[in-house]
């Protein structure tokens, strides 16, 4: 048998993570002493491999993705029960969901050995923690734009980089998108073409599993913005999607004053208006981040995961559109992931590389900095929470 890559490594990275765990379990340590364990864990994990098993597991990791693909399609999510204490057989989930039973197995097997799912016993399988989260109807949405559209856009990276001059891209319709999917559109456009892929990605952003994006944002709201009547705009959400980042916010301060309303384009918002989840004490309008923004004035304009998804040009358009829109006391609020210069964690640097597949980004402080002043704008602080990778970037006019 192979001996592990680096033994010595085995050694020191055990007593780490030892030590790195009791911290944990004794809650003493925080937010960093679990994502030390983490990065301990998984530096442990490759020096224990070999390079070739190493280098395999690397190389097929498009093939676990592909059977989790295909465990929603099969319907194996649907089938396992929820309940830990209950298991099920190959033939069961072939009887229910019509699918081969050999099939059924091959992949089951897949997903055992990735601990996706629990092996009870010859052909028999349970659910278990991370089964039941890739089950719910938005982490399954959320799992397939990704594997659909931004997986093969990643995985075509290299060879669109190499056939433009190893530049990053920043043209939504010439990007590793287009390149690797054949389509002239732009991901939102790729999206529209199709109302169920579509309707699909609205779902998806109302996922848990997306980058820090759930819950409130660390930002004080009932401290720092402030209306006198209920008649006055206290929040619009540009791009608010469904309104979920709203509903946390009413939610997590019923005291606060004025109105609340979330945009989006037209298609968008006849879902959401569709939709049963909304609080009637939230508005929905239609509206074009690119065009004039409508309402003047208001408390604040919240932008949540948006202005990753463009380039600098694209960026400085909408924001040049809610400059014109604000009063002296008016504040712009971006909430998105600000990358460190230096110990970036992978989690938050793959999803800069996400975002380059279809022409977007991630940005650092400086680069935040850089991109508001060019319109008029000043931070007034970066508002940030432990265990939160999403910061809320405070930006008022420039006085």
């Known amino acids: 048998m192979s001996s592990p890559t680096d033994v010595e490594s085995v050694k020191l990275l055990l007593a780490e993570v030892n030590t790195l765990g ?5 809650n003493d340590g925080g937010e960093s002493a679990r994502k030390k364990l983490i990065s301990a864990a998984e530096k442990l994990i490759i020096a224990a491999r070999t390079p070739g098993e190493n280098l395999y597991l690397t190389a097929a990791q498009p093939f676990l993705n592909g059977s989790i693909s295909a465990a929603y399609s099969i319907g194996c999510f649907d089938c ?26 091959r992949i089951m097997r897949v997903l055992t050995s990735s601990h996706i799912f629990v092996e009870t016993g010859r052909e028999r399988y349970a659910s278990n923690h991370f089964s039941r989260i890739l089950g719910t109807p938005e982490n399954r949405a959320h799992f397939q734009i990704q594997n659909t559209i931004v997986g093969p856009a990643a995985g075509a990276l290299g060879a669109y980089l190499e056939t433009h001059n190893l530049r990053s891209p920043t043209d939504h319709h010439d990007s590793p ?10 991901f939102w456009g790729y999206l529209k073409e199709d109302p169920m892929r579509a309707k699909m990605f609205n779902q998806s952003m109302r996922s ?17 913005l402030k209306c006198d009547s209920e008649e006055e ?27 609340m309303i979330v945009q989006d384009l037209p298609e968008v918002i006849k879902d959401t208006n569709g939709s049963s989840h909304l609080l009637s004490s939230i508005e929905t309008m239609a509206a074009d981040f690119f065009k004039p923004q409508p309402v003047l004035g208001a408390k604040a304009y919240f932008l949540r995961r948006i202005m990753h998804d463009w380039g600098d040009e694209a960026c400085k358009s909408i924001l040049k559109n809610l400059v014109q829109s604000m009063s002296v006391d008016s504040k712009i609020l971006v909430n998105e992931l600000v990358l460190p210069d230096e110990n970036c964690e992978r989690r938050m640097a793959l999803n800069d590389l996400v975002m380059m597949s279809f022409g977007g980004m991630e ?8 991109l508001l002043q060019e319109v008029g704008l000043d931070i007034r602080n970066i508002w940030r929470k432990e265990g939160e990778n999403l910061s809320v970037i405070e930006a008022t006019l420039r006085s």
Request: proline letters at 6%; charged letters at 25%; glycine letters at 12%.
């Open 22 to 26: 009791r911290l944990v379990i004794g």
């Open 80 to 105: 396992i029960p929820s309940d830990t204490n209950d298991d099920m057989s190959a033939g069961e989930i072939s009887l229910k969901a019509g699918a081969e039973k050999a099939l059924v197995v």
């Open 177 to 186: 998108l287009q390149f690797a999917l054949k389509t002239p559109y732009d």
């Open 208 to 224: 848990s599993a997306i980058v820090g994006a759930a819950g409130i944002p660390p930002f004080p709201f009932a401290d720092e």
């Open 233 to 259: 705009v206290l929040i619009v959400d540009v791009g608010g999607g469904k309104g979920q980042a709203l509903e946390f916010i009413r939610n997590g301060f019923p005291e606060l004053k004025g109105r």
């Open 363 to 370: 940005r650092t402080e400086s680069q935040w900095k850089a």
